[in-house]
């Protein structure tokens, strides 16, 4: 019994040691790396001269602006993106005729990569920040489309009719019946959309702008400042991941039945 009861508690006390210990070892290996000259430092600078960076690129604020300005851009765009491919979605997987109509076009423009949209969208929307929403909003629209169309077509067929009989009508059916059920799927959609937004906003800023994280990486590799450009990277990484997170955290409350 005892035995038993101590096995649990040691792998418990390892993964926490290891998952600690994880981070620390990879920065490790990568200074001892990239300061044993068998790379080229100056192209793979050590996690040291990256905090460096870092911290001049903070210094004089341009950090915090850049940070917040390619936030902006995500959440505008993602909002936008999202709010469309929900109501087409739930529109398209109800009504067939919308369907019929809708959904050939979508799947045409679907697997049209964003950054393929740059030069048109240069001409169309200048260096203006509609462009940059525009950029974002392409990339999560047709995500969020097809997950809410797939829900919407996978709610449960004996819901639907049980609320038909008891007279519910076709306005209070869309947001009390298929809107729920198709929700698993759409959140889904909504998660997987996240990580495209940081994508596209990549090229969203390589677009032409003033400011944003991405921007600053392009300079930065025109300036061979790589530890600059590696940290842009970092931050980059560290947004998308927390933004990841939240959003997670925030599905499990929003389905909390599932």
Sequence with gaps: M????VK???QQILNQ????LSLPIFLGLWEIVSRSGLTNIVLFP????VAVSLYQWAKDGSLIIDVLMSISRVVIGFAAGAIAGIIAGILTGRYQCLS???TPIFQLLRPIPPIAFVPIVILWFGLSELGKWFLVFWGVFFTVWISAHLGVQRVDRTLTRAAQCLGTPEK????EVLLPGALPYILVGLRTSVSISFYTLVAAELAGTFSGIAYRIEIAQQNLQVGQTIGGLIILGIISALADRLFGSLSK???WWT
């Design 253 to 255: 409350r929003v389905v």
């Design 8 to 10: 649990p508690s040691r």
């Design 100 to 102: 019929n109509l809708l």
């Design 46 to 49: 050590p996690p040291s001269l």
């Design 172 to 175: 209070r059916m869309l947001p």
């Design 17 to 20: 040691v290891t998952r600690f």
């Design 2 to 5: 005892n035995n038993k009861s």
